[in-house]
């Protein structure tokens, strides 16, 4: 009993901590993996999805309710800055950054100043439940389904989809796909609101979890680059498995030696992982298969 | 933001004379003004990762100067604030010390929240001779003639808080603390209050500033059996760590010396995260004393939509009541020299919100009413506890007296300042 | 005539400013710097030293990203580890004998091994594009994590504490051996004439560099890595041998604002900080030394203008000038001024 406990123990931490690298890094794959956005606002979508889930379901609609707002209203604001900003920057990316970190200083700052240096949180739903000598939280289970549940629903939106295809054929070769009669502005746009719309998703989920103050999204973003960078340029191919890796390796340094030594192991792991693969997992698997 | 006028001085355009325009227009100080004023500059973070906590320090002491001015000001002199927005960034600190001593040229500066950001001053104001107030808590041992503290200490602090919860809940005492100076010798703080106790360290574990996500702490938690934990977390970040202990049904009694007191979890998280804490702090706005209530109506006639009136918010506005004292005991002279002098009386103190406050001369820094305030399950303030008067004795104890020597160092329990003979 | 002979070698088609106007023009403006303090006062003399710290930086970075063509995010780590080093050696051997000009060149030199081995290992890997920047910010994030917990008195080396995240302070100022007395170089003139002798010094070794042969190779390599290999060159040779410079030139900045404020902490290694350098070359416009070097004093001198009057809107205001900065000046501002500055004045071939 105490050894099965103490695998569960384990098999727990290892997918809180993949199911985090996915959910904070699925948007990004999609809007730097794939368009090439280098977007440093990532985190204030994030914060745009917690916040919008906060209020609305502190104005009393159900949690999942109020999740799903949150990741409306951050679709809704990706496909705005998309038609203000990101479209006129598609042929020069590193352009994009400054860009977006300008995006993110204004944000941030606008919701200290509009909201307030904090709003209050909504508290975890659920409860907890009993494994031998530990105890554990339901909601995180749900965090490591929804993770899951994302990266099927991801795979299925790109693969199965019309929208799916004819995004990826946009993004792969514009002037092809608008020949054969895509409206690749309308793609584009819509393909970055899906990919802010997925880290709206990721912050109302963690909402419950947190605290509540505009600077919340800044703990996301390093590991959301670094997971997508590790992943390469394919989100099912090298996201997934890039969270999968990164997410023991820090699991296991972290029960081992400590917070500190799974930060830093990470990195680590980051850097020696870029060097071999120096496309990154997907890079590797692609080259592989040719 | 304060009452000079700009003047532009002019200059011929090269394009990096464009910048220099651009960058330093000239204040020039009135000279008109009723009477020479007693300037304060202020630097705190009014955006960035600590506006929480710190965004009511600036109305504090906005508070006390209207107050004071009201009454005829300093010495007969009015009061200039300087106010400056560090944005939580220490390099800012480090650009704007440097303007209010050089070119504002005020006579105190009222500054930090972060220690980091105190370190990064502090080299400044030493440098250029300044005065300056840290009116925080923090980790203790700072022990410099140029600057004067407001805030409680960990001997303040912990020697209350532990023995009590020791006695109260047991012996086995476990401590997660941020992973950088404040956590590891507040740590250190506690590790040796428990040891003089009889109590036992079950464990410790170091959190690195920023981290957010915290299962394995938990579970280490689970397996530690405490009966008391103390959390020194710090940071927005590392406050998702109620939210996530309480999720996972881990309800040990918890001991903080910096939690409710600074960043109000328990205005902010919804109950009960943060029920059964316990925090030694010198001041929060519950405090039931009638000047504590009288003191709360007055800001909130001032400032009616501050969320929070935190013991740095308490600490900020008696600075300025000390520094009031301090420079009319001096009659009138705002020279570091002459108000260190008065300091040295050992009897500059203040009937402040929270109860007399007086400086300590050897350490310069504040004796304080110690509060033990308890988080209730609906997440309403009670004080099983009250420690009159608590010194900050260690630096003085441990050998510091800056009376006779300035080392403009910072000491902690490991490494103490050197023993006279 | 001779006194001019190396003139030559300052011009090319690789920086933008050539002939007698420009020179001119150049020579004043050197002038009116140097003569700045003796108009001014201390805080403002310190101040624009201050500004010009940072230089160094930005300059290195245009060097690898604007000229090489390699963005590295993470010059911040350079930063670090020469102040860092520069800090342990004054703290432990004092100000003496000119011994803090040696503790400068040592943080230098550490900072050239550093980069050397990183480099070595990135474009010896062929690593590149987003990559490069990645491993580069990861290795900045890496000492930053590890320095901000290094707190306790385990933590030290030989009388100088590391002292974890509140930083590393008594740290000793850049101090020049003199008959008689020492002249330690605090904020103010002293400092800002030194600072500004070295940033005049390394704009014009810059340029004659970029002008030479190295500096084609490494265009060449930018524009198309893989013609310039079929050309022969040794594409990662090159390209480390930019990444070096520009690492011992963030080395320097990183000495050198040590110095001035006497204290280095780690946060100077953070996201934010290692973000900065990257916006500032963008703001300027990354591809031309000039570009850079005004762009980054402009940038500096406004965000901190804006700061000082802008309160809490200040931040707001810096983020707007910078999306309108991108959206309208794709090349950079300052660069995009220079255009239009050479659209209005009539060409004239010597």
Known sequence: MNYLSSIFGFLYQLGDSCAFLVLASCGLAIVFGMMGVINLAHGEFIMCGAYVTAATTRAGLPLPLGIACGTIAAGLAGMVVERLVVNRLYGRPLDTIVATWAISLIVTQGTLIVLGST??????????????????????????????????????????????????????????????????????????????????????????????????????IMEAFVTVVVGGADVFLGTAPAAGVLGVIRALFTSWQGQLFGQIALLVAVIVVIRVLPKGISGWILKGRA | MNTCTRVARPRTGTISQVGLLLGFFTLSVVAAFAANPVKIGVLEDQSGDFAVATVCKVHAIQLATDEIDAKGGIAGRPIQLVIYDTQSDNTRYQEFMRRVLQKDKVDVVFAGFSSASREAYRPIVDQLHGFCFYN??????????????????????????????????????????????????????????????????????????????FSQTIKNIQAAKPDV????????????????????????????????????????????????????????????????????????????????????????YLAVYLYKEMVERAKGSTKPADLRKIIGMGDVSFDAPEGKVTIDPKSQHMSHTIYLAKV?????????????????????????????????????????????? | MNLFSWLPALNGPQTKGAGRPF???????????????????????????????????????CLIWGYGGALSFGQTAFFGISGYTYGVLTINFGSAYGLTLLALVVALLLSAVVAALLGYFLFFGRVSGVFLGIVTLAVSLVLERFMAQTAGPQWHIGEARLNGYNGMSSILPITLPWFGEDIALMPGTGF???????????????????????????????????????????VRKYQLGAFVAGGVLAGLSGVLYSSWGQYITPSSMSLTAAALPVIWVAMGGRS?????????????????TLTIYGSQYALVIMGALLLLNVLTTPEGLILQCFQWITRLTPRRRP
Not at chain 2, 140 to 156: I, K, R
Request: negative net charge; contains cysteine.
């Open chain 3, 23 to 61: 020179w001119a023009g150049f020579a004043l403006l050197i002038a009116a710097a140097y003569a700045f303090p003796f108009f001014s006062d201390d805080y403002t003399v310190g101040n624009v030293a201050y500004f010009f710290t940072w230089q160094f930086m930005t300059i290195g970075l």
């Open chain 3, 288 to 304: 031309d030394i000039s570009a850079t070097v005004v762009g980054t004093f402009v940038v500096l001198a406004i965000f901190q």
């Open chain 3, 192 to 234: 800002y004439l030194f600072v500004l002798t070295l940033l005049l010094a390394v704009y014009l070794g810059f340029r004659i560099i970029i002008n030479s042969r190295f500096g084609n190779v490494l265009l060449a390599i930018r524009e198309n890595p893989g013609r310039a290999e079929m050309l022969g060159y040794d």
């Open chain 1, 119 to 220: 709003i209050p949180g909504i508290g975890t739903p659920f409860g907890s439940f009993h494994v031998g000598n530990y105890s554990y939280s339901y909601y995180r289970l749900l965090l490591m389904v929804a993770a899951a549940v994302v990266l099927i629903g991801l795979w299925l939106v790109f693969n199965k989809t019309n929208f799916g295809i004819v995004a990826r054929a946009t993004i792969q070769v514009p002037h092809m796909a608008e020949s054969l009669g895509a409206n690749t502005r309308l793609i584009y746009s819509l393909t970055f609101g899906l990919g802010t719309a997925l880290a709206g998703l990721t912050g109302g989920l963690y909402a419950p979890t947190m605290t509540m103050v505009p600077t919340m999204g800044t703990s996301f």
């Open chain 2, 136 to 213: 925080n808590q923090y980790e203790g041992g700072v022990c410099d003639g140029n600057m004067v503290v407001t805030g409680a200490v960990p001997e303040q602090q912990f020697s209350t808080l532990i023995p009590w919860m020791m006695e109260k809940f047991g012996k086995r005492i476990y401590t997660i603390a941020a992973d950088y100076n404040f956590g590891q010798i507040s740590a250190e703080w506690v590790r040796n209050i428990v040891k003089q106790n009889g109590g036992q360290m079950v464990g410790e574990e170091f959190i690195p500033l920023g981290v957010s996500q």
């Open chain 2, 376 to 421: 209730n399950d609906d997440h309403s303030i009670s004080f099983p506890y009250i420690w009159n008067d608590i010194k900050p004795y260690w630096l003085g104890e441990a050998g510091a007296d800056l009376t006779k020597s300035d080392p403009h160092k910072q000491y902690t329990p490991s490494d103490p300042p050197p023993k006279r003979n």
């Open chain 2, 229 to 316: 934990l103390v959390t020194l977390l710090v940071g927005t970040a590392q406050s998702s760590y109620y939210e996530q202990a309480n999720s996972a049904g881990l309800h040990v009694p918890m001991g903080s010396s910096v939690n409710v007191g600074q960043a109000y979890e328990h205005k902010r998280f919804k109950p009960p995260t943060l029920a059964n804490m316990y925090v030694t702090t010198n001041y929060i706005e519950e405090v039931e004393t009638p000047a504590s209530k009288d003191f709360v109506a007055r800001f909130h006639a001032k400032f009616p939509n501050e969320p929070y009136i935190n013991q740095e918010a308490e600490n900020s």
